[in-house]
């Protein structure tokens, strides 16, 4: 039952009164856009205020029950009949309506009340009779309705077939995944701006328009989460490219990551769609023939050779070249404790394949690597150790397929720490490390030996001992019928004997579960020592699939500078704790896990917080586009990114400020709620060759990587920023083309040099006219800016809020 217009509730004809006079549309055109989001007033607002188009919204095209209002009460309305095919002949009209009662008061009256109920059985009834998958009784999505359902047999045969079929269907599902990956495109149900602006610091989520590149778009942006990649890279000089170059040469895929890592810095997009660097990259789409990590693991080596290809081709003659990726290591065989064979030729690589799932006590990532990279036999041990390391380390994870029995347990997950030290695994350290590996094998040999006497004391000949125990006393003491008093002290003693022994035996496995324990704690503190605590290496990234089809079963895990961790799905960006990003158990039931980790060297807060610099070319793109979007969202922010005339103002000389900036600042009002206060443009009345130290670094600073800030700085070709050498790192200097001191005949500020900030941060900018601006934080509520009077001519945004 449907009300006429006119004839609704009170509150949803103010609903809709409201909806139609702020989005200035007739009140019929709302009332079916309200209908189309079953009564969500923002989201049909938002579809109004995106002129989204009415046609094709009335009831005749779903293939599901129309909920509309009915005294503020929702009630299911069967679809109407099929109508042809062809809804474009001329032949074709509108159906028939049944008549509406003429009166808005609606009684039920008893056969009123019998029929409404016969009419819901035999929707139900036909609903039914129709075959459906899950809770949702509405027609299946044409891109799901070809996947089917089938039900797997337990595991029989050999373990080799085991692992191939396991290894077939874990493909089947990442391809499912990313065939499902374009679903997300099509939901036009958000707000377009809303869901297109970038919130606070929250990472850019990076997508490719070839859903078999999705797995190579993650990877992308676990790298730019890296803070030595996206210093090397704000730092490499910006090649030549003309048009005529070709796309997959080295320069132009150059040219397209600089300016990806541009943009995923300082654009205010929410997400951005990668058309060109993967395309230029030659980079193979997923078939399902690899698994993920490995197929992730090819992405990562072609973008650090083109990285390092680059950074070699701009190092100096005298200086060495710098290993981001690229670590250098060779074989080693002892012989007892003595160095048998070296072989002379060494290698280098850029991930570490790791292999995990088998053993239940190496299901670490420092235990799995130390089997890799080490194996031991009763003459000799062979040792695969780390020559020269690299800035950044990747791992690929790999899950070895374990038959489980029924009624087993699934997989134990992969665990692995925030932080790892490399130095165990360096030649420099092979003859410490390897006796205290020896050490750590004769301990877990203890600990072995120590639970199959557990398991001895708990299990015998498939039966619990101490289950048997309680059992029998239990009988003893309530079943058993005491004949006489002689029969009743004999049946007592058997029960303290059994009671004795069923203590001992408790008393035993508490001993053995306390040596076990101290065990444990002495291997973890086996290579706790300074002299293997030097190459500290902390976590960046995770990439994890959870073995499930659908887009959103392939994430990411990303740290950004203020060390949050946020968990990217598709083009949705969420934060998320510290503990979900070590614990999540996703995945471990189907084989799935993380399968690519990203580590880099050990950097202090100044160094991450260090302002990157970026081509002029690209931030003044990327600046013009977000004021596009930003004016198109809220008008009033033309005013902020327009600021008032008075700035631009004709040079003049003024007295000098008081050290002690006593002068109260001026005060103008934008009329939209927001304030801006400071002192005018000053310059001492005699020249002045000398900065401040302070102001002259700040002078140097550039972008930051978690907010926009366009310098107008020329590019920078000085040495790349590389902080993980345990150095200090540093942003590239200014060109050379800017004069070395402070011009006090400098022309006032041009308005539209000004830049604009959409990003709270605490870093600074500089321009072209030596004006530095602290970076102030956008909200919809129009925080208040001040230009700081304490730096005289050098003025600075600060946010008030």
């Excluded at 029960?495 to 076990?516: C, F």
């Excluded at 002495?522 to 089809?549: K, N, W």
């Excluded at 033309?638 to 040079?651: D, N, V």
Aim: net charge negative; proline share 7%; hydrophobic share 35%.
């Amino acid at each position: 039952m449907t009300l006429a217009p006119g004839q609704e509730p009170e509150h949803v004809k103010e609903e809709l009164g409201l909806l139609a006079s702020f989005t200035s549309v007739d009140s019929e055109i709302a009332g079916q856009v309200l209908r189309k989001y079953n009564g969500d007033m923002e989201m049909a607002a938002d579809a109004l205020l995106a002129e989204e188009t009415t046609e094709g919204w009335n009831s005749w095209y779903r293939t599901y029950p129309e909920v509309m209002y009915l005294d503020g009460e929702l009630e299911p309305i069967p679809a109407p009949a099929a109508l042809p095919e062809d809804r474009n002949s001329p032949t074709w009209s509108l159906p028939e309506l049944a008549a509406l009662p003429s009166t808005s008061l609606i009684t039920l009256t008893t056969e009123d009340g019998l029929a409404i109920q016969l009419s819901m059985q035999e929707a139900s009834q036909q609903i039914q009779s129709q075959p459906h998958f899950g809770p949702r009784e509405r027609a299946l999505h044409p891109r799901t309705a070809d996947i089917k359902f089938e039900c797997t047999e337990p595991a029989t045969g050999s373990t080799a077939g085991t692992a191939a079929r396991d290894g077939h269907k874990s493909n089947e599902t990442i391809q499912a995944s990313l065939r499902d990956f374009e679903e997300d495109e099509d939901r036009a149900d958000v707000s377009p701006f809303k869901a297109t602006i970038r919130e606070g610091g929250r990472p850019i989520a990076l997508r490719t328009d070839n859903r078999p590149l999705a797995y190579a778009a993650l990877v992308v942006q676990a790298l730019y989460f890296v803070p030595q990649v996206r210093a090397t890279v704000s730092n490499l000089r910006l090649p030549k490219v003309d048009p005529e170059t070709a796309l997959d040469h080295p320069d132009r895929s150059m040219w397209n990551l600089i300016e990806l890592f541009t943009n995923m810095d300082l654009s205010q997009l929410s997400a951005i769609v990668d058309k060109e660097l993967l395309p230029s990259l030659e980079i193979p789409p997923f078939d399902g023939t690899k698994l993920l990590g490995e197929a992730s693991s090819t992405v990562v080596k072609s973008l650090a050779h083109l990285i390092e290809q680059h950074l070699k081709a701009q190092t100096g003659e005298n200086e060495e070249d710098d290993h981001l990726f690229s670590f250098i290591h060779g074989q080693v065989t002892l012989v007892g404790n003595h160095l048998s064979q070296r072989t002379n030729s060494t290698d280098s690589g850029m991930v570490v394949a790791v292999e995990f799932g088998q053993d239940p006590q190496h299901n670490d990532l420092n235990s799995c690597i130390s089997d890799t990279l080490t194996r031991y036999t009763s003459k000799a041990s062979y040792h695969d150790v780390i020559i020269k390391p690299s800035d950044v380390i990747i791992f690929e994870l790999k899950r070895l397929p374990v038959t489980l029995s029924n009624g087993s347990a699934s997989p134990d997950s992969f665990s692995y720490p925030k932080t790892i030290y490399l130095d165990q695994f360096l030649f420099d350290n092979l003859a410490l490390a390897n006796s205290r590996r020896k050490l750590q094998i004769e301990i877990l040999g203890e600990i072995e030996e120590l639970r199959a006497y557990e398991e001895s004391l708990t299990l015998s000949e498939g039966h619990d001992p101490l289950l048997n125990l309680r059992s029998t006393i239990h009988h003893y003491k309530n079943v058993v019928i005491h004949k006489d008093p002689v029969h009743k002290r004999t049946l007592q003693a058997i029960v303290d004997d059994l009671k004795d022994t069923m203590a001992d035996i408790q008393r035993e496995i508490e001993d053995v579960e306390r040596k076990i324990e101290t065990l444990q704690a002495e291997i973890a503190l086996l290579f706790d020592c300074p002299e293997l605590q030097v190459f500290r290496y902390d976590l960046r990234s995770v990439l994890m699939h959870t073995g499930l089809p659908g887009s959103k079963e392939m994430f990411s895990y990303v740290q950004d500078t203020e060390g949050t961790w946020w968990k990217t799905v598709g083009h949705e960006v969420t934060g998320v704790t510290e503990e979900t990003v070590f614990t999540d158990p996703d995945g471990s039931h189907l084989g799935a896990d993380p399968y690519m980790l990203f580590y880099s060297r050990y950097l202090s807060e100044e160094q991450i917080h260090e302002p990157l610099v970026w081509p002029t070319t690209f931030s003044k793109a990327v600046e013009k586009h977000n004021r596009s979007i930003l004016t198109a969202w809220r008008p009033e922010f033309e005013i902020l990114l327009h600021p008032t005339t008075f700035l631009s103002s004709p040079p003049r000389r003024l007295p000098a400020i008081p050290e002690d900036f006593s002068t109260p600042p001026l005060t103008a009002t934008t009329g939209i709620g927001s304030s801006w206060s400071g002192s005018p443009l000053l310059t001492p009345p005699e020249p002045s060759n000398a900065l401040p130290q302070e102001l002259g670094e700040e002078r140097s600073s550039g972008s930051s990587t978690d907010a926009f800030s366009l310098t107008s700085q020329s590019h920078s070709s000085s040495t790349p920023f590389h902080p993980g050498n345990s150095k200090p790192g540093s942003a590239a200097p200014a060109s050379a083309e800017e004069p070395d001191t402070y011009n006090p005949h400098m022309t006032a500020v041009d308005s539209d040099a000004i830049s604009f900030i959409s990003v709270a941060s605490s870093r600074t900018a500089s321009t072209d006219y030596g004006v530095h601006y602290r970076r102030w934080a956008l909200s919809q509520d129009m925080n208040s800016l001040e230009l700081d009077p304490s730096r005289g001519s050098w003025g600075s945004y600060q946010n008030h809020s």
